[in-house]
């Protein structure tokens, strides 16, 4: 799959969003579009860090809209530069695959879309990209891209919903998996609760990327004339693979949604060790804002240590199983954090 002498893109990508813009975003535990953004910078900058400080043979790339760093206030500015800093390439790019109005909640979700055609523009046909959430950090990136998928496949991470249960939460689309199995088959393609595509992954060749944004926009444009909508980036590409435009591979193995913490009452994901890519979306608040403090700080020396240990690893990021005392201060440290925010605001 991949180019001869060419490394493996590992783009991510953030949409800041205007003052007055509508989201919701409760594991980021900040309030505001400022906030909100600097946040994901500091799970962009936690990522990037996990391949360079690995010496991972990559091309790290940050997709934003935003084209002025001094938009995003002087910490956000601080952590874009830190993204730079540990070898990545921004790209600034607009957002035109927007959902319809009136899901607002989630317009960031198809910022994915820019992004692919973003970054495929003047490559190879045969390159080979990496496309992630920003709250993800890579344990084992050469075992993950071993498991690229071959040339015309697409790979993602099947999540295992149930088939009834509508993990967007909008009540006026209600699209679980067994609602885009009978859409996909009103379309003259049968699917009984097609396997739900996660956005946390997205990786293939710049060829058959750009054909999965094709695809996506293709089905837009006959739901747009039958007077529907699927908001999200889950949810059109979920359709994809259930009408046949898209052929997806499933990652699992390599690649895991995993949510921590104590206050979590998910199951416990098994193997992790064997897991390439963590998505952690609980940790953004938590271990990946305290990396990315160490990181500005030049404070590295730890971190360093940790990841070049798996089982430090995993304890950083709290996917090792972590006791009391680890939790205690893990607490306290968020709560160190909201001090600090409130004392900040007041001066």
Same mark, same amino acid.
């Given at each position: ?48 860090? +996990? ?17 002025? *760093? ?12 830190? #993204? ?5 390439? !921004? ?27 973003? #970054? ?20 084992? *990136? ?11 496949? =697409? ?12 993990? =967007? ?39 058959? @990327? ?20 699927? *908001? ?14 898209? &052929?997806?591979?499933?990652? &699992? ?10 206050? %979590?009452?998910?199951?416990?994901? %098994? ?15 938590? &271990? ?24 430090? +690893? ?19 440290? !968020?709560?160190?954090?909201? @001090? ?8």
């Amino acid at each position: 799959m991949n180019v001869p002498g060419a490394n493996p893109l590992v783009v991510q990508y953030l949409y800041v969003h205007e003052p007055d813009e509508g989201f919701s975003y409760p594991t980021a535990r900040a309030g505001g579009a400022a906030a909100v953004a600097e946040r994901y910078l500091e799970c962009a900058v936690t990522q990037f860090a +996990t391949l360079a400080y690995r010496d991972v043979e990559c091309e790290p790339v940050l997709v934003i809209n935003v084209a002025d *760093p001094a938009r995003l206030g002087r910490r956000g500015a601080a952590l874009l530069a830190k #993204c730079e800093e540990l070898g990545a390439r !921004i790209v600034a790019t607009p957002y035109t695959h927007r959902p319809k109005p009136g899901t607002e909640e989630y317009v960031s979700s198809r910022y994915l879309l820019d992004a692919i055609l973003s #970054c495929t523009e003047g490559l190879a046909p045969a390159r080979e990209l990496w496309l992630t959430d920003l709250d993800c950090v890579w344990a084992d *990136p050469a075992s993950t891209f071993a498991a690229a998928p071959p040339e015309g496949q =697409v790979g993602c991470v099947f999540i295992e919903y149930p088939p009834d249960w509508d993990p =967007v939460g909008f009540e006026e689309v209600g699209r679980t998996r067994n609602a885009i199995g009978e859409l996909a088959t009103s379309m003259g393609h049968p699917a009984q609760a097609p396997p739900w595509i996660g956005g946390e992954l997205i990786c293939g060749t710049a060829a058959t @990327l750009l054909e999965l944004v094709a695809a996506c926009e293709q089905l837009d444009a006959e739901l747009d004339a039958e007077g529907r909508t699927l *908001p999200t980036e889950e949810q059109i590409l979920t359709l994809a693979g259930a009408v046949g435009r898209v &052929s997806f591979t499933d990652l &699992s193995a390599v690649a895991r949604r995993i949510t921590t913490g104590p206050r %979590s009452h998910a199951p416990r994901v %098994s193997g992790t060790r064997d897991i390439g890519l963590w998505h952690l979306p609980s940790e953004k608040g938590l &271990s990946m804002r305290r990396t990315a403090q160490e990181l500005l700080r030049g404070r590295t020396r730890r971190l360093a240590r940790d990841l070049a240990d798996p089982d430090r +690893t995993a304890r950083r990021f709290n996917v090792a199983r972590t006791g009391p005392l680890r939790r205690l201060r893990d607490d306290g440290w !968020i709560a160190s954090q909201r @001090l600090r925010r409130l004392v900040s605001a007041r001066a």
